[in-house]
């Protein structure tokens, strides 16, 4: 018998994946599907609900109390609705009401990605035990999410803490957003690429372009590849201090892909960190490695509802 037996659905722009979690956040069932990203809407929702039918047909599914979901944003919680940025099928989309159709009268909680992978970071990994978080997820996009006074802040839309549309560069480049010099325009995986390739930086011999070919030539000693990441280490530290300064976290937990360069990343980060982080408050700030895995979207999805329900301990 499994309490606090929780579904949870994890979707983004290339899979989408399923569970059922326990109190403890163990994964008992899992599914997953391939994200048809470019087709319309409800072939996308015929994904979800491919997941959501191994799920159902689980003989553990009667004692399923609650569904968190995880979405690639923009999300809109309070109406029900995605527009992922990746998903152009869905924009404004039903997700909640098409859940709904799919697993009846059980409780529906849904929050952004960054904000799911923070609750699974709040819950049993990098800011475990912390109560004033920022827990970030920089790959090809920039999101996160924020842990206040003990608890998720997903606010009234899902997406708080969405720390990678803060601008750091007031005339920056031009963003998908519509602003300007946002972090993730300096800080993604992509934008860390495209500025190594226009300073001079080549791939080697495989063609390899991606970020993460720029930190093993980073870490090799490359001018170009070392200069391109410290650009990037310097937005996110002034996106970290801004929010520190704005709500005194004391941790800063960084994953996703760019995040596993590692030191070629957080060294950086910490010394300009020093720059933009002054006022006595915020200069005990620590920045650190994300401790979930590739399960941190499922476990997260499934500790906001369990969080929501008062029965994830540790959330
Ligand atoms: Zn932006």
């Known amino acids: 018998m499994h309490t606090d037996l929780v579904a949870a659905l994890d979707i983004g722009g290339t899979k989408i994946a399923g569970a059922l979690v326990d109190g403890q956040g163990r994964i008992l069932v899992r599914a997953q599907r391939a994200t048809p990203a470019q087709k319309d809407g409800d072939t996308v929702m015929g994904a979800v609900e491919g997941v959501l039918g191994e799920l159902t047909a689980s003989p553990l599914w009667s004692g399923v109390e609650a569904l968190g979901i995880g979405s690639a944003g923009p999300v809109d919680a309070s109406a029900g609705t995605v527009s992922p940025v990746n998903v152009p099928g869905w924009r404004g989309y039903p997700l909640v009401e098409r859940v709904r159709a799919v697993t009846g009268d059980l409780p529906v909680e849904l929050i952004g990605d960054g904000v799911a992978i923070t609750a699974a970071e709040h819950w049993q990994g990098a800011a475990r035990g912390h109560d004033n978080a920022l827990c970030m997820v920089v790959s090809t996009g920039v999101g996160g999410g924020l842990v206040l006074n003990g608890q ?164």
């Not at 020093?274 to 994300?290: I, M």
């Open 152 to 315: 998720l802040h997903p606010g009234p839309t899902g997406n708080a803490g969405h720390i990678g549309h803060i601008s750091v560069d007031l005339d920056g480049d031009l963003c998908p957003c519509g602003s300007r010099g946002c972090v993730e325009r300096i800080a993604s995986g992509p934008n860390i690429a495209r500025r190594a390739l226009e300073n001079g930086w080549r791939p080697g011999p495989d063609g390899d372009a991606s970020a993460a070919a720029v930190a093993a030539a980073a870490r090799g000693g490359d001018p170009v590849a070392l200069a391109s990441f410290e650009r990037a280490a310097q937005a996110l530290a002034a996106g970290i201090a801004a929010t520190a300064t704005l709500v005194e976290i004391d941790i800063a937990v960084i994953g996703g892909g760019v995040g596993k360069a590692g030191d070629v990343l957080l060294a950086p980060l910490r010394a300009a960190l020093k720059n933009y982080a002054t006022l006595s408050f915020v200069q005990r700030l620590t920045v650190t490695s994300a401790q979930m895995g590739t399960d941190a979207g499922l476990v997260g999805a499934a500790a906001a509802v369990l969080a929501r329900r008062g029965s994830a301990t540790a959330v």
